[in-house]
C-alpha cells in the first residue's frame, strides 16, 4: 500500500514563500506523473501543479503560474511545491497524488494559511 506524506505547510504572510514535500513509497511514485492538489474551504479540490515521470514536463492552473515551482526527486521518492508571493486566496489544505488521475490513497494533507 502506497503512502503520501505531506509536510512544510504553515502560516505565512501575504508575500511570503513556503516549500511543502511529499513523501511516497514505491515503485508507482517512480512511474507517474504526479500532482500537487489542494482544497480551500467550501469548494471542491483542484490540481495545481503536474510534473511528468521523469521531471521534465510540468503544468500548472492558470491562478499559479509564475508563482508556483513543482519538482521531484525519485531517487528520494519526493515532489516538491515551491511556493513564492503567496496571496491570501492559495490558503488550502495542499495534498498530492498521481495525476492527472488520482490512483492513490490520499494523504492527510498540509495545511496553507496565508494571512493578509
Known amino acids: 500500500q502506497v503512502q503520501l506524506v505531506e509536510s512544510g505547510g504553515g502560516l505565512v504572510q501575504a508575500g511570503g514563500s513556503l516549500r511543502l514535500s511529499c513523501a511516497a513509497s514505491g515503485i508507482i511514485f517512480r512511474i507517474n506523473a504526479m500532482g500537487w492538489y489542494r482544497q480551500a474551504p467550501g469548494k471542491q479540490r483542484e490540481l495545481v501543479a503536474t510534473?511528468?515521470?521523469?521531471?521534465?514536463?510540468?503544468s500548472y492552473v492558470d491562478s499559479v503560474k509564475g508563482r508556483f515551482t513543482i519538482s521531484r526527486d525519485n531517487a528520494k521518492n519526493t515532489v516538491y511545491l515551491q511556493m513564492n508571493s503567496l496571496k491570501s486566496e492559495d490558503t488550502a489544505v495542499y495534498y498530492c497524488?498521481?495525476?492527472?488521475?488520482?490512483?492513490?490513497?490520499w494523504g492527510q494533507g498540509t495545511q496553507v494559511t496565508v494571512s493578509s
Open positions: 510534473i511528468s515521470s521523469g521531471g521534465g514536463s510540468t
Open positions: 497524488n498521481t495525476a492527472p488521475a488520482t490512483r492513490l490513497s
